[in-house]
């Protein structure tokens, strides 16, 4: 625990966002929520996903 105040502030920075990644993917709600903020982060169009969803006719 210790070991924790020595490090960097971007290194705790890292390590925490790590940690909140791994105990939100253990649920389905979490792992739920995690898609949808990689889905908002995302800044390009998946294009390959795309043609497959219209070129089929999708809903």
């Not at 925490?16 to 898609?35: C, H, P, V």
């Amino acid at each position: 625990m210790f070991e924790t105040y020595d490090l960097c502030f971007y290194d705790w920075l890292v390590l925490l966002r790590d940690a909140m990644i791994y105990k939100a993917s253990q649920t389905e709600s979490g792992r739920k929520y995690l898609e949808k903020c990689r889905r908002l982060e995302q800044t390009e169009p998946d294009r390959q996903k795309l043609r497959e969803r219209y070129k089929a006719g999708g809903d």
